[in-house]
C-alpha cells in the first residue's frame, strides 16, 4: 500500500508539471510549436516530448496495444530518421490498424496540420516470419511537431517491449500493462537507466521522465544491448478447464522443438542424398581434420550467401545446392549434416549476431536467436565454423556472429562461449633515405582471421589499383608496384607486396632528421575520448597488431636518437604492447607488437583500458633522430 500511495504521488506531480501538454491527437499547443531547444541537452537536434503505449490482453485473449508519439525537431538533422517510420511485425501473428500521423507548423501565427494520406503506408515481406510496415509523416521542416498513433494486435504469447530511451531525448515515456490475474508475464528490465514501476489491481505503468539521449560508442555490439527499455515474456496461465499450463518451458524444450521441426531436424536426418555428395567430396580420406576442411570448402565455394540470417532454413537442402545460393541457417545447416554424415562429431549452434542483441538465457525462447553457425568437437576441442564469407579462413567467424554465447541444439542442449581464431595484422617496412628526403623501400602486408577477410574484401570490391591507391589515401606516397598473395585462398593468410617512394616522412632541419619509424599499421589515436564509460567494450576478438620497420641511415649521418625500448601490460596480461629498437650498423630496426589478448572489457576496466591506448598512440608515435656528422 505505501508504495502504492507513493506511486500515486509521483503521478500526480509528473502530470501537474506537464499539464500545459495535451495528450489528445491533434492538441498542439503554441509552446511545443515555439521551443527552440531543450533546456537540459542544448545541444539535442529533436525531442521526443511524449511517448505513451497502452496493452491490454483482453477477454479473446488478444494483446491490444495502443501507441501515441509526439515529437518536436529543432533543425533538419533527424527528421529522415523519425518522420519516416519502419514498424516490425510476426506474419500470422500479429497485425497493424488505425495508423495515423501528422505534422504540425506555425505559419502567419497558425497551427497548420499536415495530415499522413492512406496512401503513404507500405508493408513489405521480409521473410516468412516478419513483416515491415514503413510510413512517412509530411511536410515535415525545422520547428515541426509531428505525432503519430497505431493499434498492434497479436496473439497472447508476445507483449510487445517498450522503450524509453533513445539517441535524442524523451521528456516522457509512460507504458500501462493490464494483464487479468490468470495470466503471468515475466518482465526485463534492459539498459542502465530503471524506470519507476507503479503496480495496481492487474495493471502496472511503467514511466520515466527527463530521459537523455543514448551516445553511440566505439566498440559496442548494438544499441538494444544498452538503451533502457522492458520485454515481456508470457509465463504461464491458468484456466478451470487446464489448470496452470507452463509456457516458457526450458531450452530443452526449445531444442526438441528445432530437431522435430521438419525443415530443420528433419532435413538433417532425411537428407540421404547427401551421403553420395560426402563420399565424392571426401573419397578414401580417413583423417578427421582434412576431412573437416573438404567438407567446409565445399559449402563455401558451392553455396553463396545471399545475406539472409536466420535459424530455420526456408528451402531444402537439394534446392539449396541446385540454386547455389542460401540463407546462413540453410548453409551452415547443410554444413553441420554432411560433417555428421562423414562421421564427425557436429552440432547446429544457434546464435543471436551483433545487431540482434545479447541473448536472455534465462529467457527459454527461440525468437531471441536469429543466426546460425557450426559447432565441430575433436576431443574437447570445440571448432566454430561459418561458411557464409568466403573471404574467411575457416576457424575465423565473421564479425557479426561473435556476440557472446550460443546455444548447441542437441538432445543435450549446452551454452557454449562462441569464440574465433585471433585477428592478425603484420606489416614489414624495409627503407632507405635516399638525397632529397624520400624514402623508397617496400611495404610488405600479411592478414590472417577476420584482418584477411577485411583486406581481401577492399581489394575484391575496388580492384587492385583503386585498393592500393585507397591504402595509403591522405599521404605522398608513390606506388612503383604492387603483388597480391593468397587473394582467393581464405585459407592461407592474405599478403600484399608494394614498392613505395615516400616524400612526405622526413622533417629535414639542416643538421638533423626526425621520423616515425613505424610507418603504417600504427594506432594514430584513442578511439576512447571519454574519461567515463557506461557500458562493456567489445572488440569481438582478441588481435594482434605486429609493426617490424627497417630503415638505412644514409652516408653522411648518424643516429643521435632512438625511442627507447619498452613493455606495456594491462592487468591480467589482457592486453600488451612490446616495442623494442635496436642498431646494426647503418641499419634501425624496430619492432612493435600491440596485442589485445581477450574480446570484452567491462566497465570497470575502462580506465585501464583508455590510459593504455593513450601511452601506446604516444610511443608509436616517438620519433627516430639522425644527425649529420661532424
Not at 509528473?14 to 503554441?30: A, V
Not at 526450458?250 to 522443438?257: H, L
Not at 554444413?335 to 540482434?356: C, E, F, H, M, W
Request: aromatic residues 10%.
Amino acid at each position: 500500500m505505501k508504495n502504492l500511495i507513493i506511486g500515486l504521488c509521483l503521478l500526480a506531480l509528473k502530470h501537474n508539471c506537464w499539464s500545459q501538454i495535451s495528450y489528445d491527437f491533434g492538441k498542439i499547443s503554441e509552446s511545443e510549436l515555439t521551443m527552440q531547444s531543450y533546456e537540459k541537452d542544448p545541444s539535442a537536434n529533436a525531442v521526443v516530448i511524449f511517448n505513451r503505449g497502452d496493452v491490454v490482453l483482453t477477454d479473446q485473449l488478444d494483446v491490444v496495444m495502443k501507441r501515441h508519439v509526439r515529437i518536436k525537431f529543432f533543425n533538419q538533422t533527424e527528421i529522415d530518421q523519425w518522420a519516416n517510420m519502419a514498424i516490425y511485425l510476426s506474419r500470422g501473428s500479429s497485425s497493424i490498424s488505425k495508423i495515423k500521423a501528422s505534422a504540425y507548423n506555425l505559419e502567419n501565427g497558425k497551427v497548420v496540420e499536415s495530415k499522413m494520406s492512406e496512401d503513404a503506408v507500405f508493408k513489405t515481406k521480409i521473410n516468412r516470419y516478419r513483416e515491415e510496415v514503413k510510413f512517412a509523416v509530411p511536410n515535415v521542416k525545422a520547428g515541426s511537431v509531428i505525432e503519430y498513433s497505431y493499434t498492434i494486435r497479436s496473439d497472447a504469447s508476445w507483449i510487445p517491449p517498450w522503450q524509453f530511451q533513445y539517441d535524442i531525448p524523451v521528456l516522457e515515456s509512460e507504458y500501462d500493462t493490464s494483464f487479468p490475474s490468470n495470466f503471468t508475464f515475466r518482465s526485463d528490465i534492459i539498459g542502465y537507466l530503471q524506470p519507476q514501476r507503479i503496480d495496481g489491481r492487474d495493471r502496472s505503468t511503467w514511466t520515466m521522465q527527463d530521459v537523455p539521449a543514448f551516445h553511440e560508442e566505439p566498440f559496442l555490439t548494438t544499441e538494444d544491448d544498452f538503451v533502457s527499455r522492458v520485454d515481456f515474456y508470457l509465463e504461464e496461465y491458468m484456466f478451470p478447464s487446464t489448470g496452470v499450463v507452463r509456457v516458457l518451458k526450458g531450452w530443452g524444450y526449445v531444442t526438441n522443438g528445432l530437431m522435430n521441426n521438419v525443415d530443420f531436424g528433419g532435413q538433417m536426418r532425411t537428407s540421404g542424398f547427401l551421403k553420395k555428395v560426402v563420399e565424392e567430396q571426401v573419397g578414401e580420406e580417413k583423417d578427421q581434420q582434412k576431412i573437416l576442411e573438404k567438407l567446409y570448402d565445399y559449402v563455401k565455394r558451392t553455396i553463396e550467401w545471399n545475406e539472409y540470417t536466420d535459424v530455420i532454413p526456408d528451402h531444402p537442402f537439394k534446392k539449396v545446392i541446385d540454386e547455389g545460393k542460401g540463407s546462413s541457417s540453410e548453409i551452415n545447416l547443410l554444413l553441420v549434416t554432411l560433417l555428421q554424415k562423414a562421421g564427425l562429431t557436429a552440432y547446429p549452434v544457434a546464435i543471436s549476431d551483433r545487431s540482434n542483441g545479447a541473448v536472455r538465457a534465462f529467457i527459454p525462447m527461440l525468437n531471441q536467436f536469429n543466426d546460425l553457425v557450426c559447432l565441430v568437437k575433436f576431443g574437447d576441442k570445440p571448432i566454430f565454423l561459418d561458411a557464409t564469407d568466403r573471404k574467411l579462413p575457416m576457424k575465423s567467424l565473421p564479425l557479426r556472429c561473435l556476440n557472446g554465447v550460443g546455444l548447441v541444439i542437441s538432445d543435450t542442449p549446452e551454452w557454449v562461449s562462441v569464440q574465433a581464431a585471433r585477428s592478425r595484422l603484420s606489416v614489414t617496412t624495409t627503407v632507405s633515405i635516399e638525397q632529397g628526403g624520400a624514402l623508397s623501400g617496400s611495404l610488405k602486408i600479411t592478414r590472417d582471421g577476420l584482418a584477411a577477410s577485411v583486406g581481401r574484401t577492399s581489394v575484391m570490391g575496388k580492384g587492385e589499383q583503386d585498393y592500393a591507391k585507397s591504402l595509403f589515401a591522405g599521404k605522398s606516397w608513390e606506388i612503383k608496384n604492387s603483388a597480391y598473395k593468397n587473394k582467393d585462398e581464405s585459407a592461407l593468410p592474405f599478403e600484399e607486396a608494394h614498392e613505395i617512394v615516400v616524400n612526405d616522412h622526413l622533417q629535414d632541419a639542416g643538421d638533423r632528421i626526425y621520423f616515425n619509424p613505424l610507418m603504417y599499421g600504427t594506432q594514430e589515436d584513442n578511439p576512447f575520448k571519454s574519461e567515463t564509460r557506461e557500458y562493456p567494450v567489445d572488440f569481438g576478438t582478441p588481435f594482434e597488431n605486429i609493426i617490424i620497420s627497417k630503415f638505412i641511415v644514409p652516408d653522411g649521418y648518424e643516429v643521435e636518437e632512438l625511442p627507447q625500448s619498452k613493455a606495456l601490460a594491462l592487468p591480467n596480461n589482457s592486453g600488451r604492447l612490446n616495442y623494442s629498437t635496436s642498431q646494426s650498423g647503418q641499419t634501425i630496426s624496430i619492432t612493435c607488437q600491440f596485442i589485445i589478448n581477450k574480446a570484452k572489457f567491462l566497465q570497470e576496466e575502462y580506465p585501464a583500458l583508455r590510459e593504455f591506448y593513450t601511452q601506446v598512440v604516444a610511443k608509436q608515435a616517438e620519433q627516430v633522430v639522425l644527425k649529420k656528422k661532424l
